[in-house]
């Protein structure tokens, strides 16, 4: 595929890749130098990542560790 740059430097990603990546109006995306050019990556949120940390620690150790960080918070 191929794509053209305007002269302010903005380009088009083609429907068939922002289908296949979930890229939407709004989505944000890492700019990213490699050896072969740029690399174009999208920005995980934290709705996806949600549910990420579930091999680690259960909900209930999760919750602790919130609360236990809110309270230093607190401090």
């Known amino acids: 595929m191929q794509v053209v740059v305007t002269r302010k430097g903005q380009t088009t990603i ?16 890492e700019v990213v130098e490699v050896a072969e050019g740029i690399l174009f990556r999208p920005v995980k949120s934290t709705v996806d990542l949600a549910g990420s940390g579930a091999k680690y620690a259960s909900v209930e150790d999760m919750k602790r560790v919130l609360d236990r960080l809110r309270d230093l918070d607190a401090c």
């Open 14 to 29: 083609p429907a068939k890749l922002r289908a296949k990546f979930n890229i939407e109006e709004g989505s944000r995306l």
